[in-house]
């Protein structure tokens, strides 16, 4: 059992004792969820199949994929700095789920340290390994979904783009002031599913850019890798950032049908004045509100688009209000009601990426020391978010049948600390390795494995 050492007597209750042993303890028995539901997904055979290691074959103490399957891991349990994998080296389940070995062996292995995995994100930073993180990230999101639907894509997704700014550390390259969030940000494109939860990709960007800035490439790029692995009719929907013409024209090129929110200006508000106007008589106890169709051209348009307006009562409010959507959606296929009732949807979109910055935190702090250009920089960081999207996607992929299983909703803070966080002790018997959790911990750990243990996953 090892040594045992008696830390402290609290004076509130001398019968307390408080002890240290050498036993194989861990608090963070999540980790085997965590890689129970990648190996699942198959992340890890995608991943070594397609990620170039660079390294000298016969010096490689830890393979590229179990350095990610560490990293990950780590990151879904809240070890967000690198600097972690130290103090966590010791730790029996991080040994376990972090090897692709079987057997005993992973235990009388340490993990790879934080050098060596600070070294993992220069080699992912290659444009190679970043494109294969990219593609990953979508097909984890797919896999899940398939798995929910008896591996069988969905028939139509709505896909979300929005831009997100991220505090970083330092004068990173390619940062900028953000007066909003009072420090140096990136500004990197997020793809996601409001109504699922999922985050389907991520493209860094630099802090000043533009709302719109590289998604006429980029959307369109996405949700062909959506209707692959995703969907059979990949549908798009954003916020005023991205309404610009060129953007438009692209997915109208691709037949990408989508719904955004225009800005207003004067030429919108006049073509909407006629509306603006109370009907006769007393008004009801509830707010009212219209969708009226119109077509308009922008000055900047090459053709005239389908516009909504939506008008609105507020409460003790004097004056009408109103805002604009534009849309390629066929009116005898969505009327002006369902257009804007599916662009409603969009908040929740927002939620899931406060969870990625609050939960998973990500922390770009590739610094430039050394012989590190700019770029180099860059990449690394959009590398290292990329990972923080696969943590994200894991603990994902089990809060939503543990949902499922209990009937209430989870947030991801509330699913790491009282499923992923539970203790356990890791006992070696005849051969077999016995991860022992708490008996508290069943209450939750049972019906989500019941809920895992029926899905549908497939090697696609």
């Known amino acids: 059992m090892g040594e045992t050492i008696e830390l402290f007597r609290p004076t509130f209750n001398r019968s307390v004792i408080v002890e240290a042993q050498e036993d194989n303890q861990s608090s963070d028995a999540g980790l085997v969820l965590v890689r129970e539901v990648l190996e699942r997904a198959r992340l890890f055979d995608f991943l070594n199949e397609r990620l170039h290691d660079p390294r000298d074959p016969k010096r490689i103490l830890h393979p590229l994929i179990d350095q990610l399957r560490t990293v990950i891991g780590l990151l879904a ?5 690198l600097a972690d994998a130290e103090g966590q080296a010791e730790d029996p389940l991080l040994r376990i789920a972090g090897r692709g070995k079987r057997g005993l062996t992973p235990l009388e292995e340490t993990p790879p340290s934080q050098p060596t995995l ?3 994100l220069g080699a992912l930073a290659s444009e190679g390994n970043r494109t294969a993180l990219h593609e990953a990230a979508l097909r ?6 398939r798995a929910t639907n008896r591996g069988h894509r969905r028939r139509r997704l709505t896909l979300d783009f929005d831009g997100m700014g991220l505090p970083v550390a330092g004068h990173q390259a390619g940062t900028a002031y953000n007066g909003h969030l009072g420090g140096r940000v990136y500004y990197p494109l997020i793809a996601s599913i409001a109504e699922t939860g999922d985050l389907l990709d991520a493209r860094l960007r630099e802090g000043k850019a533009h709302p719109a800035a590289e998604a006429p490439g980029w959307i369109p790029a996405v949700v062909d890798q959506a209707r692959r692995h995703l969907c059979q009719v990949g549908l798009v929907r954003f916020d005023a950032g991205f309404t610009d ?3 438009l024209s692209a997915l109208e090129e691709r037949g990408i049908p989508y719904v955004g929110r225009l800005r207003g200006n004067p030429a919108l508000d006049r073509l909407a004045a006629p509306h603006l106007k109370r009907p006769v008589g007393r008004p009801p106890k509830e707010p009212r509100e219209w969708a009226i169709e119109a077509r308009y051209q922008a000055g900047s348009w090459a053709t005239d688009r389908r516009l909504i307006l939506v008008v609105r009562e507020r409460p003790d409010d004097l004056f009408l209000d109103h805002f604009w959507l534009v849309t390629s959606l066929a009116p005898g296929d969505y009327s002006a009601e369902a257009v804007l009732a599916l662009y409603r949807r969009r ?3 927002e939620g899931h990426m406060g969870e990625l910055k609050d939960v998973l935190v990500p922390r770009l702090s590739a610094t430039s020391r050394g012989a590190a250009t700019g770029e180099e920089v860059f990449a690394r960081n959009e590398a290292w978010l990329l990972l923080h999207l696969l943590a994200y996607e894991a603990i994902h992929a089990l809060r939503v ?4 299983a209990i009937g209430t909703g989870f947030s991801l803070k509330r699913l790491r600390e009282q499923v992923l966080k539970s203790a356990a002790r890791v006992l070696e018997h005849a051969r077999q390795i016995r991860v022992v959790i708490a008996r508290s911990a069943v209450r939750l750990w049972q019906p989500l494995l019941q809920r895992l243990a029926r899905l549908h996953w497939t090697s696609g």
């Open 245 to 247: 013409n060129t953007t």
């Open 347 to 349: 908040g929740k979109a």
């Open 77 to 81: 349990q809240g070890w967000g700095d």
């Open 140 to 145: 984890l999101a797919g896999q899940r979904l």
């Open 401 to 404: 049948p543990l949902e499922q």
């Open 118 to 120: 600070s070294r993992l």
